[in-house]
């Protein structure tokens, strides 16, 4: 089977929708979602509950003439933690390089959530259900998780699509590849309207595991000439004063 995996277009954050330039994006994004939906026949639409996720989905659902299926775990990954910077609340994956990298356990899919910060919020309650319910979705599929692979119930090449956000697609990611998401969340970057493609291997009959094919990917936008957004990214240089910092 395959997933796709798409971010929403450029946010505005303060109505939970999307900007003029994310309304193109997400304009773009729908034209290869058609591509793919004429590719591979895309069986079912899954879409985060929040509002920029939905009106990103709602251009390609447009066009297919489909709806989708609304799933509260696809909601950005939003457990809030105390950051050893700052006293203000922060996301659980917004760190900065020279605080997070000095915590070994952040490094191992079965340890990221001891450091304090995370054990003592709802961060490993959060993770934990993203990623039953993930699996739990994966097996209606035909997919069912053991140990760290999947058995095959029901072998297929269904295609699949969810519309969500940076920080919970790392999430899904990490549990499909078994590696902490501290690694994805600060070592990779999915532009808004990003694709990331994601397919099953069955090497040996009845045993599965999950392969990425491109992550992030956006050339939707540049065969239109659209430069992608800024927005996941932090400042290239310090001295980059337009460009986000923190």
């Not at 700052?86 to 996301?91: A, E, F, G, M």
């Not at 760290?148 to 549990?175: P, Q």
């Not at 956006?218 to 290239?236: D, G, I, K, M």
């Amino acid at each position: 089977m395959r997933i796709i995996i798409a971010r929403h277009g450029d946010p505005n954050y303060e109505i939970d929708s999307l900007t003029t330039t994310g309304w193109k994006e997400a304009e773009l994004l729908s034209d290869r979602m058609v591509k793919y939906d004429n590719k591979y026949k895309i069986k079912d639409i899954y879409v985060s509950p929040l509002g920029r996720a939905k009106d990103t989905a709602s251009k390609t659902l447009e066009k297919l003439n489909r709806e989708a299926i609304e799933c509260e775990w696809l909601r950005e990954f939003a457990p809030r933690i105390h950051r050893p910077d700052t006293t203000q609340l922060k996301n659980a994956w917004d760190w900065l390089p020279g605080d997070w990298t000095k915590e070994a356990d952040f490094y191992s899919v079965d340890t990221w959530t001891n450091p304090k910060a995370m054990s003592e919020s709802n961060v490993p309650n959060e993770y934990k259900w993203v990623c039953d319910e993930l699996d739990k979705l994966l097996e209606k599929h035909g997919y069912k998780r053991e140990n760290n692979y999947y058995k095959v119930e029901k072998a297929n090449e269904d295609t699949i699509v969810f519309f969500c956000h940076f920080g919970l697609e790392c999430v899904l990611l990490s549990h499909l590849l078994h590696v902490s998401p501290m690694i994805l969340w600060h070592g990779f970057c999915a532009p808004t309207s990003s694709v990331t493609l994601i397919y099953t291997e069955e090497r040996r009959k009845g045993v599965a595991s999950f392969r990425v094919n491109c992550f992030g990917d956006t050339s939707h936008l540049y065969v239109a000439n659209q430069e992608p957004s800024f927005s996941a990214r932090f400042c290239e240089m310090y001295a980059n004063e337009n460009e986000r910092h923190d």
